[in-house]
């Protein structure tokens, strides 16, 4: 059944820009039939015009919510007793400080101002990376899934889709040592993470606009024995469910793998798992050309969150190497030290041409256009699909009505169109380009304000107030 039709004079589809495409919007938020050079259709007179070109919207494919709440908070040297060596390490000091005293209601609170910010940003759909589970002692909350429901329901309030992984922390390093006291509220057993998951995928199952999958957090976090136990168990379940992990974002992570297991991350993982198109691998930062062109093969995402990357002083990902290898990534905020998907492009292509001292470097392969900021776009929403699970990514028939109208009323974007329209939000705009947004074939965001922005904001006004007391 046909809830509604828009009529768009472009819009971004798989096989490129199409002109005056009318939209037909299904009652469950999916794309029931999309019709290019409509202009002469008899639904067209009706249907609603909207104010620009159409483009996928951008899936965001890894978040740490409650980071949002500490952005600015960890700029100063010599946090955590560091003397001026501030790195990675002390920065997660700091972090397991601020995330030792957040409330459930906080959890929220957080979460639904970011998803509100990713909205109005372009991204819609995020892959919550969620690993904040217990109480501050550490002990499960009254109901052991509390704080997963909190970033359900703020995904819910905000309308933005949803890939919630809950994330596996057994333990504080490389072969099962034991985690420190900042990490109790991320602890699980196999049979209690499994017990989690099935409990989500029992209340949440069936809901479009939300799916279940894991993290296993990082090597560090697992033991082989308890990895291979929870992808059985998630098997199980869902043998589709999507799975992320933290990878070789660290030199030093590197180097405790090694001496661990005589491997480097990406190896150990390509040795001992089946990794396939399932997986997203978030940063893989420090590979040899060896794990990249592997990596690449598997058809696994790479997820790239080229701002918090740049933050937390990581190192630059291989990415001319891993595209040659016709490689699949997509973007992430991670730690929302911003929230923006234009900003994350820009750092990827700008990050390669400062190493290589080179322009317009990462063309992708198969995209047959020259230009550097659609194809990024492209791929980053294709890859972004394919590690969130979910039918999103593409203005197809079938897929959910997940779209962007850029304003191109923005000076910077003033007479462009097509591909260049691309370029030059990705590196000309500064000033947000996104106008209106529509996710499961709701409107969330119309010229630029979100439906809920100022009762979602006035809990986070409350919510600040109350942690920088
Ligand atoms: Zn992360």
């Not at 470097?361 to 394919?386: D, F, I, K, W």
Request: contains cysteine; hydrophobic residues 40%; aromatic residues 8%.
């Amino acid at each position: 059944m046909t809830a509604h039709t828009l009529f768009a004079e472009s819009a971004l589809l798989p096989d490129g820009w199409a002109s005056d495409v009318l939209f037909e919007i299904a009652s469950d938020g999916s794309i029931a039939a999309l019709l290019p050079d409509a202009a002469g259709h008899p639904e067209a007179a009706y249907a609603h015009r909207v104010a620009g070109p159409v483009l996928p919207g951008m899936p965001n494919l890894h978040s740490h919510a409650f980071q949002r709440a500490m952005a600015g908070l960890t700029e100063q040297r010599g946090q955590a007793g560091s003397a001026g060596e501030d790195s990675f390490w002390t920065w997660r000091q700091v972090m397991y400080g601020f995330v030792g005293q957040l409330t459930p209601d906080q959890v929220q609170a957080i979460a639904a101002q970011l998803y509100v910010e990713m909205l109005k940003a372009g991204y819609t759909a995020v892959g919550e990376f969620h690993y904040l589970h217990h109480d501050p002692e550490g002990r499960p909350y009254a109901d052991f899934a509390e704080l997963s429901e909190r970033i359900i329901t703020a995904a819910q309030v905000t309308g933005i889709g949803l890939t919630h992984l809950p994330v596996l922390y057994g333990y504080g390093g490389f072969g099962g040592q034991p985690a420190g006291t900042g990490q109790r509220r991320f602890l699980h057993d196999a049979n209690g993470f499994l017990r989690l998951i099935n409990r989500l995928l029992q209340r949440h199952d069936g809901n479009p606009q939300v799916r279940i999958g894991m993290a296993p957090h990082s090597l560090r976090a697992v033991t082989a024995e308890m990895l291979k136990e929870t992808l059985h168990g998630l098997d199980e379940f869902d043998d589709e469910a999507p799975i992320h992990i933290h990878i070789a974002e660290q030199v030093k992570e590197v180097e405790d793998c090694r001496a661990w297991s005589h491997q480097r991350p990406v190896e150990w993982l390509l040795n001992n798992q089946a990794v396939n198109g399932r997986w997203c691998l978030v940063h893989a930062t420090h590979m040899t050309e060896g794990e990249t062109a592997r990596l690449a093969r598997t058809g696994a995402v790479v997820g790239l969150c080229p701002t918090t990357e740049g933050n937390l002083g990581d190192g630059f990902f291989q990415a001319p190497e891993f595209l040659r290898q016709r490689g699949v990534f997509g973007i992430g905020s991670d730690s929302h030290i911003s929230v923006s998907p234009v900003e994350e492009l820009r750092w990827l292509e700008y990050g390669q041409r400062l190493l290589y001292r080179r322009r317009n470097m990462l063309a992708v392969n198969g995209n047959a256009s020259p230009s550097v900021g659609a194809a990024l776009y492209r791929a980053a929403v294709a890859g972004g699909a394919q590690a969130l699970g979910r039918p999103i990514g593409q203005l197809a028939p079938g897929h959910r009505a997940d779209l962007v109208v850029v304003d191109t009323e923005k000076p910077a974007l003033l007479g462009k169109a097509g591909d260049v329209l691309l370029d030059a939000m990705v590196f000309a705009g500064n000033e947000n380009p996104v106008r209106d947004v529509m996710v499961g074939g709701k409107w969330l965001v119309t010229e630029g304000h979100h439906v809920a922005e100022h009762a979602v904001l006035a809990r986070y006004r409350a919510t600040l107030a109350q942690l920088m007391a």
